[in-house]
């Protein structure tokens, strides 16, 4: 165990790498942050929320010269990049944790038919660990490269993981998958329809004919399941600028004593609860006091309580007359979604303690 | 033909009744206006939007009792209300629409089921005519008593009609409805889960275990489908205050021959296009410029575009790894979604021109 | 009177010009719309809200060509356009409403000064009339080259007008305004500090050096004082698509026999009330029912409540410890603010009714 | 100096006592947190970002009997609560941390005058020190009661502090203080003008008349400037949840010689800048890059950059055809204008370091 880690923060200026910084900076673990970025403005003046960090932009070249020094580096940066550069970090001693998608499958082929291009880096595919920290805590302490799972994918992965590998689930029938993601999900690109003007009441549909994420979920849902999953993958961005709204539907082939309560227990089960259980993946289990027809609104997961954290609230519903699950999962898409599972993941590589640097409660 | 027509508002302090006032002010076959609420305030303090307006509050009881001056009733009120008055108003001959719950169901029993309560008028329910305009004109322009239909039912009907009813759609597959409405949607009662802090970033999901519109909707799926249809039905709150974003999944037997294109040639062919078509229902069939991983928000409907107009926009895409077919529904929840096509029925019920009082566009 | 208008819109592509086609299209009395762009985008992708409307851009250099046939022509330009093309139009017999800054000033060095290039039409400067209806309506109908007010400065006019004249105000003290803008009106540029995750629960100060709009406004308020008035001019954008909610502070001498009732009677006496008062300008008068310390926000203008019409709400209230008058006045600033007082401005020039097109109420 | 403090929260239902459980959760200093309140519902369903902490509301009764057992009292209560309780908790040896209103006057007729009530504990007011800690440091030090100063006060206070005592300020001219706040600072009450969909797209003004905050604004200016300083004092909730933007207008005798770079340099010198300077209070002062007349955002301080943290921004700008210093402030409401501040000002009592528990960033 090191004392003070070096860490490399590679594409610093996006949404992403702001808030990995942001994250690195409150880490007692942490002593030195390096944010790489083409910036034509300072970095204070870019991320005016880390005002004070006295942080500065460094050159991606330079990141590469001083890889000795750094004990990790991140990768915060579109497709294509992370592949190009991982494995000279690799080579000189710096772990790697990749938050975009370039290490999300082991099958290139698979990685050419969902980005477009060829694989840069076939030969590290097979170290890689896939870094949900809840489903693959043990691979990921022995990593020396982790794929940081896509944003849609870990609010999905952590929905269903519960339900997902039981008899009992229809395997004809499609999962349901609709999520809602803020407008930092869209990336900081500047463009008439991210105008504040044009989202502000608004929701923005996207990629309706196949969004990329399905075949890193469907294949994930594979392993837990042991067959085939076929996914209803539907994305959105919403009026709110942090937080993935997930949820899913998932058919019983007979719903035969199934119930919100039974629900409840077996994801309480799966994940947890108090000090025994995950830190970062709560069950919401309130019990409905209304009548039937009353409108309960805090009975289920609420998006905007996990907001600036890294915890991701899941709760659950039986609609009996369909023998359909419904599960809803709210996380920060760029804390639990990407940069605060990125420092669990870096938690477990260096083996501090897993939650340190994220424990603060959302807003 | 009356020249200009009086017309009551029972339920006129709530959010439905405050924008059917609104309509109303702005058609020109429209003498008078009676809105009839319990309300402490006086009207144009409860509705500072139509402040100079110069409507008064008067009680239900005095509509009841000058019944033979009104021509035309609209109840805007909880389920349970408009049973109680609707015979009373029909016998002394105004026409009834009610844009809430009680006359959506032919049967009783149904009533009875999904409201929990017995019907009180069952005599009025075989001359009820359900009102969507788009998909039974003729019998609306006969009819004395018109059920408006559920703000998220109308939206769900004119985004999978065009499809329902075909032989490629997988009848033992659910159609997966997902609906994001406004906070008007959810009444303007208060309470915390309501107060603008707890929404301002939030999705506020409800009613999992099943919500009342989806017998409705499968109900009228049922008619146009010539068979059952099941549907998955889910529901939330987003964080604006108008407008309903409604997606649906529709999964086929097979895909062979469906793109973009053939399924855009088929909602145009209809619901029509320019002067031939429906005035109140576009296709938004903009073409993809981008290559297949660009994002293009704007080839799908943009529900802010249609807030504050009777328009429902749809559009539609194919996502072929699954052979599901993807469509995009957005209104206003409280224009086409309630008092406009109220008034688009009234219009036919008096024979004016459907569209008059409601041609503006959306914001 | 002609029967029907032809209408051209230069710098159609923009928030204000779609602004101005929407209303164009709900007036009885225009015929044909001509908006003039350079946009790579057909007229309703570009502008979703009016899809279905068939219009259709064409470039200025066609308005140009065709002017003789063309009643009046709108300039929703930046600072520059108009001036260079009013004249021709003019010539060509059209009458011109520029809704932008070129004809605000009538002494070229002013324009100069403010907006930093020499005037390109001084000769026409003599003929204009700026175009406050509520304050020059007899002007306004004898015109033919109309300078819309800026969107700040009506909304700060209609504010102060009672008042300025008054021997009661202190002329030592600087009339405070402060104005928070809807983010259309920042304009349609993309920009990092526009995109919606940017703004989403942000205030957007800008130009405290001195904004464009202070000498605009002290020149009208020294018209209506009959003496320099001297403006403390604040203006910031808020997280909303529409609006502008204007305050201003304004200083008496004495506050003797000052009161909130005794301003109110004022504004009501200036803008009249009810079917003998100002159409689109209205006094919120409601009375305080709490005691001293309640929190009564229903007494203030509401800006949501003028959205989308050509209404200003005023209210006003009184500060006795520091003889302060405070004023509140909100209007759209697309519509209130630049479209709707445009096309009113073209209803006078026009001897049509002065509300044609314009009666609909805020949503 | 104790290891672990045990501290008490009274008025633990409010957005305020929310948030300051959120914060004590994350102080390594503090061992036990008593929330105190009268709730129906179980802490962690009122509270739902603070899942998973364990905490449980307690009575206030029970706060008092075990008052010796606490090193520290919070006070998060509407006026006239704490000022019936504090004598009791510091004669049992409690500290005594009031963020209301109830010891912010040493005058108990002004309590009288602005609260409208009889003050219940005149004897306390005397050792009361007023908690801003940047202007009071040492005095906080020794303190057992502290006034928590009001959200606005603070934010006022920080941004006009370098000013305000200097000989180049006009005495007669009122300092302008405009202050739009979130909807936490409403209050969590639900009543129908802060139902979301009321507010989603509007400015709440209030208070127009005087509000509470004012007198105690000029009461800290008047000990500042050594001289009778009058505010003119304008607050309105706007539709975000969380934050406090202020924008005040100084007036200047003579600007000579003034401009920002002289004005930055003055509040660089006051906050002081990096490790020497104040933690909490920073000065934006990057430098204006474009023209004249471009609209420059970054220069200013950005609200949005600091919820959620302690963080105070402050920037400034010259009018000079005004000879008006514009200052921007800008805090989150219930951190820095609360609860933040009272943790500093616990920091400073218990002799912790004074960031403890506050150094983390805003989102």
Known sequence: VRDELSVGVVGASGFTGRELCRLLLGHRRVGRILP????AEPFERRHRNLLGSGLQFVSAER?????RELD???FCTPAGEAMRLAGHFLDEGS?????GADFRFPDPATYRAVYGVEHAAPHLL???VYGVPELARDAIRGARLVANPGCYVIAALLAVAPLIGDDGVDPGALVGIHAVNGTTGAGNTSRPELHHAAVANDMLPYSLEGHRHCPELELQLARLAGRTVRVDFNTAHGPFARGIYLQASVQLRRGDGVNRDVLLDRY????GA???GEHFVLVVDFPKTGGCNAKEYDVYPDMASVLGS???HLGVDYDAAHAVVRVVSVLDNLVKGAAGTAIQNMNLLFSFDESEGLRHYGL
Chains 1, 2, 3, 4 share one sequence.
């Open 36 to 39: 790489a970025a083409r910036s």
């Open 95 to 99: 772990a790697v944790i990749d938050l």
């Open 126 to 128: 097979a170290q890689v």
């Open 274 to 276: 108090g000090h025994r």
């Open 310 to 312: 890294n915890f991701c």
């Open 72 to 74: 990790v580096v991140f």
């Open 268 to 271: 309480k089960e799966r994940y």
């Open 63 to 67: 990141l590469v010269e001083q890889a």
